[in-house]
């Protein structure tokens, strides 16, 4: 069984807000993933990348058809406020169960994610994230579906041991039709 029959990839809407905290914070665990630690993410900072995604951004999730359709992966990018990024979709953020983590769901959602800017959002030109220097996995995902890298900022990360690392600077431009 492929991964389009056993996995749902669509739009959030609001009732969906509680499960993706919950994905969050089981995440969030993880050392070297999201940049925000548990004690930081809470409803308030789910709701407000839900708002902003909706305002003018893009965000979806996986839900698994075989266990209850129970979401097991989320993305989000949206807009900055100054209207000279009004091309740019930026604060991209990709989170993955770690349960269901190795079986190409990043990359099928994050490609779903690329597909509808390409095919529905022709303001946006360019996506920009940032990625942490030691997650070379997710670096290599980003570069498999297009993205470059564009810089390092050395020293960015405070790591829990006090220890720092870089971030790295990577986009996407929109194919010219």
């Known amino acids: 069984m492929d991964n389009k029959s056993k996995y ?16 969050y914070k089981l995440v969030s665990n993880n050392i070297g993933g999201l940049a925000r630690t548990n004690d930081e993410i809470n409803a308030n900072y789910i709701e407000q990348i839900y708002s902003k995604s909706r305002k003018n951004g893009l965000q979806f999730i996986i839900e698994d ?6 979401i097991i992966a989320e993305i989000h ?31 099928d959602i994050f490609q779903h994610f690329l597909n509808d800017i390409q095919k529905n959002r022709l303001d946006i030109i360019r996506v920009e994230l940032i990625a942490r220097e030691s997650n070379q996995k997710a670096i290599e995902l980003y570069q498999k579906l297009g993205f470059t890298i564009e810089g390092k900022m050395k020293n960015r990360i405070k790591n829990l041991n006090n220890s720092f690392e870089a971030d790295i600077m990577m986009a996407w431009f929109r194919e010219e039709n």
């Not at 749902?8 to 994905?23: F, P, T």
């Open 65 to 70: 058809n075989l266990n209850g359709h129970k």
């Open 8 to 23: 749902k990839i669509r739009i959030v809407v609001e009732s969906d807000l509680e499960e993706i905290l919950a994905l």
């Open 77 to 107: 990018g949206y807009k900055l406020e100054p209207k000279v990024f009004s091309h740019v979709l930026s604060e991209i953020t990709l989170i993955v169960h770690p349960n269901y983590q190795g079986k190409g769901l990043g990359k």
